[in-house]
């Protein structure tokens, strides 16, 4: 019995939890799917690859609803990819031509994210405490200015990052868009990372399926549970208050920390 045969009960309702997750948060495809499926005995690579591919069609499955709902600031996701695109595309460029065993370098580069996640979540939940003015509901999504340097500077490492160990699209980025926009609602901080996040993985899991990194039958289980996760996640995004989506994002972003540091 195969390891996909074996766990795939496991596999589809992890892909439920983790797209349902997704829908509200913006945070769990890198964060929670790759330690998922190395803690099942897949290899590191192809836990890696495939799970890049599943972030981008999973999440492309709820930006569409984003945008309707205005959870989507165009202008600051325009400048993320601006940086995170050529970012992703220069690191899979150097594993295709250096052949280099990047093992030791991404587990040093998810121990540091498992940190920096835990001073992200804390962030997060007591940004509203520490400002003297909040972000309104009459706040158009559209009327947030970017900040051009740092946010292109925050894409291209995050693309980096994103392709090297696929974690940080949906974790990193809603904490430091949160840093950058502290004004903007959280929703809005959601459905900008996930829109943004769609375009980033894809990149870079099609630079990993062409680098052998990729199991089609393990990306076919995981979606069958993560569409229908996404979707009702994804509807529930409007419908609860910033203050709560605040929580649910800092317990998402410590229970991602804590799946990286036990990996």
Excluded: C
């Excluded at 890696?48 to 984003?66: E, P």
């Excluded at 997060?124 to 009459?138: M, Q």
């Excluded at 903007?184 to 870079?204: E, F, M, N, Y």
């Excluded at 996640?233 to 991602?256: E, F, N, Q």
């Amino acid at each position: 019995m195969d390891l996909i045969t074996a766990n795939l009960h496991l596999i589809v309702g992890g892909g439920f939890l983790i797209g349902f997750l997704i829908g509200i948060t913006g945070v769990g495809a890198g964060s929670l799917t790759t330690p998922m499926l190395i803690g099942f005995g897949f290899p590191p690579a192809i836990a890696v690859g495939t799970d890049l591919l599943f972030a981008s069609i999973t999440k492309a499955s709820a930006a569409l609803r984003h945008h309707r709902l205005g959870n989507v600031n165009w202008p600051i996701l325009g400048w993320l990819a601006i940086g995170s695109l050529p970012g992703a595309s220069l690191v899979v460029a150097w594993l295709y031509f250096s052949q280099a065993d990047t093992h030791l370098l991404a587990a040093a580069i998810r121990k540091v994210l498992a940190v920096a996640l835990v001073f992200s979540a804390v962030a997060i939940a007591l940004l509203p405490l520490l400002r003297k003015v909040h972000p309104s509901e009459d706040d158009a999504a559209e009327d947030m200015p970017p900040r051009k340097i740092g946010t292109l500077v925050f894409g291209l490492v995050l693309g980096a990052m994103v392709a090297l160990t696929s974690v940080g699209a949906g974790a990193i980025g809603v904490a430091v868009l949160t840093g950058l926009y502290p004004m903007l609602l959280a929703r809005r901080v959601v459905g900008t990372d996930i829109v943004h996040a769609v375009p980033l993985t894809l990149v870079s899991g099609l630079g990993h399926a062409g680098l052998g990194n990729l199991d089609v039958t393990l990306l076919a289980a995981l979606l069958a549970g993560s569409v229908p996760g996404i979707l009702i996640g994804s509807r529930l995004t409007g419908r609860i208050p910033d203050w709560l989506l605040r929580v649910v994002l800092s317990i998402t972003l410590l229970y991602a920390a804590y799946l990286l540091m036990n990996r």
